[in-house]
T-cell receptor, first 113, second 114 residues
Framework: DAGVIQSPRHEVTEMGQEVTLRCKPI?????LFWYRQTMMRGLELLIYFNNNVPIDDSGMPEDRFSAKMPNASFSTLKIQPSEPRDSAVYFC???????????FGSGTRLTVV | AQSVTQPDIHITVSEGASLELRCNYSYGATPYLFWYVQSPGQGLQLLLK??????LVQGIKGFEAEFKRSQSSFNLRKPSVHWSDAAEYFC????????????FGTGTRLTIIP
């Protein structure tokens, strides 16, 4: 398996633009997680899915953020409109369940100017 | 809610020296505990995990960790570090039921000097 695949690796966008981050989890994993990493706040869970259904979105900062998982092999995290404070590294991770730990993707570094 | 503390922001050790990174958690029962490593520009890689059984767990890259219930700790150790061990290390805690999410510590940056 190629692991968790995220795209793009880097994204630079202007404030107010829509940004879509993509994730392909490991085949067979039932859980998918979106995390955000910043120097100030560390790693924050934004949302996670189980069998394509959102379970906990309490970490989504505001309505500008949305996430979908239309099938078991694909998820998106969308920010509309983007703001400079959204600049961070966004990680996707997948897992079989709690005892398994997570497998992380390489992340998307988002810069909003 | 569970929480995890890594009291050391930055540690510097000489190559070949031993290493111990500290992790303390707060949770009413025995949680699931993990250590991850992150190299610059990379995602997090699982080093080892604990959820039951032997309190000394072995991981990849020669790392081990010991769960101590009385101290609510899960410290990471390595007897002899290599320059390639320079990275950021994260401790994480998860519940043993219910919500699947992991809560991560703030990380410890490890620098290796020759």
């Amino acid at each position: 398996d190629a692991g968790v695949i995220q795209s793009p690796r880097h994204e630079v966008t202007e404030m107010g633009q829509e940004v879509t981050l993509r994730c392909k989890p490991i085949s067979g994993h039932d859980y998918l997680f979106w995390y955000r990493q910043t120097m100030m706040r560390g790693l924050e869970l934004l949302i996670y899915f189980n069998n394509n259904v959102p379970i906990d979105d309490s970490g989504m900062p505001e309505d500008r953020f949305s996430a979908k998982m239309p099938n078991a092999s694909f998820s998106t995290l969308k920010i509309q409109p983007s703001e400079p404070r959204d600049s961070a590294v966004y990680f996707c991770a997948s897992s079989y369940g709690r005892a398994d730990g997570y497998t992380f993707g390489s992340g998307t570094r988002l810069t909003v100017v | 809610a569970q929480s995890v503390t890594q009291p050391d922001i930055h540690i510097t050790v000489s190559e070949g020296a031993s290493l111990e990174l500290r992790c303390n958690y707060s949770y009413g029962a025995t949680p699931y505990l993990f250590w991850y490593v992150q190299s610059p520009g990379q995602g997090l890689q699982l080093l080892l995990k604990y959820f039951s059984g032997d309190t000394l767990v072995q991981g990849i890259k020669g790392f081990e960790a010991e769960f101590k219930r009385s101290q609510s700790s899960f410290n990471l150790r390595k007897p002899s570090v290599h320059w390639s061990d320079a990275a950021e290390y994260f401790c994480a805690v998860g519940l043993n039921f219910g919500n699947e999410k992991l809560t991560f510590g703030t990380g410890t940056r490890l620098t290796i000097i020759p």
